[in-house]
């Protein structure tokens, strides 16, 4: 039902960007970035257009689109999954805030394995995308999964090959678990990868899982759930396998902090927690910093869907950003008059 309804919004939006003329700016406002919030956005654009009558047409482009295009000023807003650093976003004049929290998850294509079934470390994850494991019955896999049947079968690695804040936040957390992974790969929005094929957006690489027998990629949670992919579980900080959840992301999104006076600056990645998920990260916005008429339309969209917006994330497995947040962020606005 999920997916359906999104595919109906899609075309919605499709629409809205052909003929974005027609519209006064007052009517219609225009972003572009990560495919990590995109379910979300277009679900809150479409109830906000129908309440408010303004159109918020969002492109699915990457967060590395979504920052050159926001840069460039060709945008009236950018979205990012990696946030920008306090020194760049001065630089280029913008202003930054988190809008949404969802997980990173992997996910598998192995026949036989039930979904949350297999269970992987950080470090065999790290070795599995640096081709350093190339079966799914390597001795490492085998010796978690004890009862578990696994294939004698080649993997393929499924990533992304576009600028993803996804991949930014899936590699922070492989860097933080993986020396070799750090020293030979990194962290980053785009990555020398060792191996795999590369799909474009969270869209691209879901299809490629779907359709390629013993694959493993990484998308955000919602593109999970929209596909019906199989998923790992995943050992987080305290030594627990964890599955993917709205609760093991709100909890892991609950242990950290957050500072106006860098831009809200921050990754979500192998935080404590009993049952916190690994891989978590905030969506963050961009708005050019010149543009105070603009961005406060802007700014009144995201501040209605931090009103009204948590049911409809929840029911996309998204987590809204808590209360106290959602305060520090209206002072921020207020800090720079985007807000009475």
């Not at 990590?36 to 309440?51: H, M, N, R, S």
């Not at 926001?70 to 805030?97: C, H, I």
């Not at 996804?166 to 992974?181: E, G, Q, R």
């Not at 990555?191 to 474009?200: A, E, M, S, V």
């Amino acid at each position: 039902m999920k997916k359906l309804f999104c595919n109906a919004l899609t075309t919605f939006f499709l629409i809205g960007l052909l003929f974005p003329l027609s519209l006064s700016a007052q009517k219609s406002l225009n972003g572009a970035g990560a495919s990590f919030p995109y379910p979300v956005y277009q679900t809150w654009a479409y109830k906000y257009y129908k309440e408010n009558k303004i159109k918020i047409n969002y492109q699915s482009i990457g967060s590395g689109g979504g920052i050159r295009q926001v840069t460039s000023r060709t945008v009236d807003f950018g979205a990012s999954d990696a946030p920008l650093e306090p020194e760049a976003v001065e630089e280029n004049k913008l202003l930054q805030f988190p809008a949404i929290i969802g997980g990173v998850v992997p996910a598998i294509n192995i026949e036989g394995i039930e979904k949350g079934e297999l269970k992987l470390s950080g470090e065999l994850l790290a070795s599995i995308f640096l081709g350093d494991i190339k079966k799914w019955n390597d001795k490492r896999i085998a010796s978690l999964n004890k009862g578990i049947k696994l294939p004698d079968a080649e993997i393929t690695v499924v990533h992304r090959a576009d600028g993803s804040g996804t991949t930014a936040i899936f590699s922070s957390y492989l860097s933080a678990v993986s020396d070799k992974w750090r020293k030979e790969v990194g962290s980053g929005k785009a990555l020398n990868w060792k191996t795999g094929i590369g799909g474009k957006g969270n869209e691209g690489v879901a299809n490629y899982i779907k359709r390629l027998d013993n694959s493993i990629g990484y998308v955000e949670y919602a593109y999970v759930t929209q596909n019906n992919l199989n998923y790992i579980r995943l050992k987080n900080k305290s030594g627990n396998f964890v599955e993917p959840s709205f609760e093991s992301f709100k909890e892991a999104a609950s242990k950290v902090s957050w500072d106006i006076n860098k831009h809200f600056y921050n990754y979500i990645i192998d935080v404590e927690g009993e049952n916190s998920w690994p891989i978590v990260g905030a969506s963050f916005i961009l708005l050019p910093r010149e543009k105070k008429d603009m961005n406060k339309n802007v700014v009144k969209f995201y501040d209605w869907a931090f009103k009204n917006g948590d049911k409809l994330a929840m029911q996309l497995d998204y987590v809204p950003l808590p209360d106290n947040l959602k305060e520090m962020i209206r002072k921020y606005w207020k800090k720079y008059d985007l807000i009475d």
